[in-house]
């Protein structure tokens, strides 16, 4: 059976518009899996620092535990020197 070249290149074009679907599927498949694989690393990204601020906002909390133990050691020191001053003195 004779084709004319209308023919030939009408089933050429299909071809060609195949082999570009195809290749674009490929492509869009190949996105898919990256946006995918972003995902996953946005969503442990996200974890990670939640559990960064939680740890951020205790050791906060407990630095500012330590400087009020501070401030309080201070004045008892502060304190205990006049104490001693003042027995000193007297005895002198």
């Known amino acids: ?3 004319t070249p209308q023919l030939d290149k009408a089933i050429e074009q299909f071809e060609q518009a195949m082999r570009q679907l195809e290749a674009a599927w490929a492509q ?3 996105n898919q899996g990256t946006i ?3 995902q996953g690393e946005a969503e442990a990204l996200k ?3 939640a ?10 909390a407990r630095a500012e535990e330590l400087a009020e133990a501070n401030r309080q050691a201070a ?3 502060e304190l205990a020197m006049a104490r001693v001053r ?3 003195g007297e005895e002198a």
């Not at 559990?51 to 906060?60: G, H, I, M, P």
């Open 51 to 60: 559990k960064l601020a939680s740890e951020l906002d205790e050791v906060r």
């Open 28 to 30: 869009s498949e190949r």
């Open 75 to 77: 004045r008892r020191i």
């Open 47 to 49: 974890e990670d620092r």
């Open 1 to 3: 059976m004779a084709t």
């Open 86 to 88: 003042t027995v000193i």
């Open 36 to 38: 995918s694989k972003l």
